[in-house]
T-cell receptor, first 114, second 112 residues
Framework: DSGVTQTPKHLITATGQRVTLRCSPR?????VYWYQQSLDQGLQFLIQ???????AKGNILERFSAQQFPDLHSELNLSSLELGDSALYFC?????????????FGPGTRLTVL | AQKITQTQPGMFVQEKEAVTLDCTYD???????LFWYKQPSSGEMIFLIY??????QNATEGRYSLNFQKARKSANLVISASQLGDSAMYFC?????????FGSGTKLNVKP
């Protein structure tokens, strides 16, 4: 158990809908990262937050947004869902935001868009 | 731009033998980090080992070691004394400016 929690574990929804994925980092970790893993795109970095502020953006679509709350949990919002958004979404956390030398992943949320 | 390359889609190794998983990267930045992760069939991602670009020595964590050759821009993972539980996907990742770039992964199968 990495100490990073993600809910829900599975999510099935329809095209055009909006969903929210939730992540709680390990105790003491200030950074949260979101990733998407799909068969065709592989593992893609989406976005990073550090202590409530956005730190870096990767291949995140405009239909997607995220935030990190004062208690350090984070949410990833996916809207206007398309079939191609079906993927495993991981959250990870680390203590630091700049120099990162370890990173711990949650179990992931498997999103299926029908 | 493609920054990280894993050229071995799949590999087999005999139990108790050592195996090397290849990873090369493309960068002109002097400061960066290199990570390896394991993803078993159950799906979770497990952090294995980290190497900083300025680290003088190769990183080691138990049976895992990272063969870092900076001039060649390679960061190969060496697993010693392979175990059946090492069968999994292995991903190399390049980290710089707060962003991660992952390779396509290598599927390792350990044979009894």
């Amino acid at each position: 158990d990495s100490g990073v929690t993600q809910t829900p574990k599975h999510l099935i929804t329809a095209t055009g809908q909006r969903v929210t994925l939730r992540c709680s980092p390990r105790s003491g970790d200030l950074s949260v990262y979101w990733y998407q893993q799909s068969l065709d795109q592989g593992l893609q970095f989406l976005i990073q937050y550090y202590n409530g502020e956005e730190r870096a953006k990767g291949n995140i679509l405009e239909r997607f947004s995220a935030q990190q709350f004062p208690d350090l949990h984070s949410e990833l919002n996916l809207s206007s869902l398309e079939l191609g958004d079906s993927a495993l979404y991981f959250c990870a956390s680390s203590v630091a935001g700049g120099v990162v030398n370890e990173q711990f992943f949650g179990p992931g949320t498997r999103l299926t868009v029908l | 731009a493609q920054k990280i390359t894993q050229t071995q889609p799949g590999m087999f190794v005999q139990e108790k033998e050592a195996v090397t998983l290849d990873c090369t990267y493309d960068t002109s930045d002097p400061s960066y980090g290199l990570f390896w992760y394991k993803q078993p069939s159950s799906g979770e991602m497990i952090f294995l080992i980290y190497q900083g670009s300025y680290d003088q020595q190769n990183a080691t964590e138990g049976r895992y070691s990272l063969n870092f050759q900076k001039a060649r821009k390679s960061a190969n993972l060496v697993i010693s004394a392979s175990q059946l539980g090492d069968s999994a996907m292995y991903f190399c990742a390049y980290y710089n400016f707060n962003k991660f770039y992952f390779g396509s992964g290598t599927k390792l199968n350990v044979k009894p």
